[in-house]
């Protein structure tokens, strides 16, 4: 939020320096994230955090001038030349500002015209040029005529972008002064958090800092009293569903006139973000930021015609089906069954909360002028803005849940604000219809209690003192502090709650830098670790050792997404109600799927891509409202084993072998037992490349070869796709708490090779298990590094060729204890599986 110094101290006295006041905000709770200089000086070189910008105008050189007499250029249409005076003596400028063109050839202007006015040498920006670059003005000679100095628009003076014409500056401004005195600022970007938008408001803002530094606020004052017949019977209000709309006020003002607004108003506008429109309109913007409330404007008239010319009857109701609005940034809109609406009886005049319709828009003929403060159900006004895809200054603050108690305040604070910019008389009264009237709570709070949350002893009164800095009501009884909620805040809850939001308070205005540094007064709870999460973070650590890279996708995704993977329409899902895209409608039920999504953008830019993601699925469950939460691991791999470099080519393909080696040496690493890979048929795996990982009976996942038909529904090029996915849960139960570790060896192995011909539907993991078996505690390990099949074997049978490593632990093997090992494995893959012993 924008927030100019000047705006600030119409409400509050600020002495400090703008760095000391950033600070001092900032450590309230109310961020200052940059400071934008509009003609005040730079803060000196003395050390501060805050970001500051902006332009610093020169006192000497931009004053405020008079434009006595506006004369034609003899030389061009487009110019004019300026009978000025800077309060010193007179000068002739030459200036191509259009908003001069009406009074060439008036003569000596019967009211001169205020001016910001650069002499020679002076720092502006170039108007003409495309965002801020500065330049210093010269004697120049242009079209004839002599130019040293010039009068300002906006953009030169870094105000804003408007640069179509100089500013006219108001009647009063005092010719001669130094324009960074008579109009300089600072603009505050202020990060408003959700639970403080009662300061997304310049009043909100001074509260703050009269509360920090014990200055009074001063709230504006309405001086002009109602002068029109009473509002009664001329306008009626029926709210149809008030728990949406909790309150809604009416006020209204006859024979205002829609003009330029006054151009300090103009200005503080343009600072705080918003574009001046007229009057009336910047009357309701203008509130909106002074004190919270947003307002809506009716051209009254507008509505008496569309009844027919009878009384107006505002309703407020939830839009019916099919019923559509044009508003005001003249988008015809497609409204939704919980989208509430400001209505008569003709039909929708506005999206409550949001923005206005374009029929009944304030115009330049408008004269009757109803107005509108409202409260709207925030939840409600976020749905809306969601599905509408439609912010605005309004809904920012609607949404965040503004007090019913403003939106009374805010009209009669504009009617004020446009009777004075418009002219026109203030009807009598104001109508209100309230019919849910908000709960203000009432917080007991201790002096024990403060000790205990921030370590800090202060007195109920102290205590008190400190809240009704912040206007809340106290009451002291003993060392009890009873406090009532004051009626613009909506983020105090009640019980626990409320005494929690209260100790934030008290801590903001004592100051966090004023808590001393305290130990624990109370023993540490016993710290209990998170199995789950230490899983998951043992499983990154050994799959990223593996050359994987993580990724993290989107939970929510639609089941047109997944149906590329899953290829199952009926697949139920869970559903968002108010899903922020309509492309992520649903929660995902396959890691997996996403992963391929990932796969899919990245596949081109390197030769190998590896990536594997840990989260939850989400899988509804019948009779229950939350759905199944388990948590997987999905790994996809593709492209060359080894990338390219100088001193070698690239390695072969990835295929289904590469990923089994990956989900081994996973297993192998969380020392989980009895490993087996069964072949079975999958749905979206290639027939004969899928397999079932199982351990001890229990099923851990599936991988694979993605299957042709699955692969050509996403562009991941012609290299072969493995994928797989396992279950987190059934890994983290196999997992065994310790485990039994061997010393390492170191007596020398002996190396030794055999050939085995067994039948071909025999399994290598068979094999792997004879041998072992055979060879008992001395064979420490066995490599397959051949496959052979051919006419030498025979039909039906194919050769493995497996390197064995015979080791003992406590003396060197000789030959004849390597021959008895060699032969009782022979014998067993004999007995076993029939086996022969391939000699060449």
Known sequence: MKVPLSWLKDYVEIELPLPQLARLLTMA????????????????????????????????????????????????????????????????????????????????????????????????????????????????????????????????????EEHEGIIVLDENAPTGTALADYMGDAVFEISILPNMIRNACMIGVAR??????????????????????????????????????????????????????????????????????????????????????????????????????????????????????????????????????????????????????????ITEKSRNILLEGASWNFINVRRTVASQRLNSEAAYRFSRNIHPELAKEGVLLGLERIACWSGGKIAEGLIDAYPQPADDPVITITEADVKRHLGIELWAAEIAALLEKLEFTCRVDGDTVHAKTPPHRTDIGEGMTGQADLIEEIARLYGYDSIPDTRLSVELPPQRGNPVQEMEERLRDILAGSGLQEIVTYRLTSPEREARLLAAPDTPYIRLQNPIAADRNVMRRSLLASALEVLERNIRLRERLAFFEIGPVFLPRPDQALPAEPHRLSVVMTGKTKAAAWDRPAGASMDFFDLKGVIEALLETLHIENIRFEPITHPYYHPGKCAQVLAGGITLGVIGELHPLVKARYDLGALPVVTGELEVGALLTLTPDRHNTHTVAIFPPVLEDIAVIVAEEIPAEQIVATLFAGGGKLLSAVHLFDIYRGAQVGDGKKSMAYSLTYQASDHTLNDKEAAQIRQRIIHRLEQDLGASIRSQ
């Open 29 to 160: 709770g109310l961020e200052v994230e940059e400071i934008r200089l509009v003609g005040l000086p730079a803060p000196s070189q003395e050390q501060h955090e805050f970001n500051f910008n902006g332009l610093s105008w020169d006192p000497e050189k931009i004053i405020v001038a008079r434009i006595d007499e506006v004369m034609p250029h003899p030389n061009a249409d487009r110019l004019v030349l300026c009978r000025l005076n800077d309060g010193a003596q007179e000068f002739v400028v030459l200036t191509g500002a259009p908003n001069l063109y009406p009074y060439k050839e008036q003569g000596a202007l019967e009211k001169p015209l205020k001016v910001a006015y650069a002499r020679e040498g002076a720092r502006i920006y170039d108007g003409h040029q495309p965002g801020q670059v500065l330049t210093t003005l010269k004697h120049t000679k242009i079209r004839g005529i002599e130019s040293f100095s010039m009068v300002c628009s906006e953009k030169e003076l870094g105000i804003s």
């Open 208 to 361: 703050e800092i009269a509360a920090l530094t014990g200055k009074p606020l001063r709230k504006p004052e309405r001086t002009i009293q109602p002068a029109a017949p009473s509002i009664a019977g001329q306008v009626s209000i029926e709210i149809l569903e008030p728990a949406l709309n909790p309150r809604f006020v009416l006020g209204l003002i006859r024979g205002a006139a829609s003009q330029p607004s006054p151009y300090w108003v103009q200005r503080r506008l343009r600072l705080a973000g918003m574009r001046p429109i007229n009057s009336i309109v910047d009357a309701t913007n203008y509130v909106m930021l002074e004190l919270g409330e947003p307002l809506h404007a009716f051209d009254y008239d507008v509505l008496v015609e569309r009844t027919g010319g009878n009384t107006p009857t505002i309703i407020t109701r939830t839009a019916r089906p099919g019923e559509k609005l044009t508003t005001l940034d003249n988008v015809e809109r497609k409204l939704d069954d919980f989208t509430v609406l400001v209505c008569d009886t003709a039909g929708a005049l506005s999206i409550a909360g949001v923005m206005g319709g374009l029929e009944s828009e």
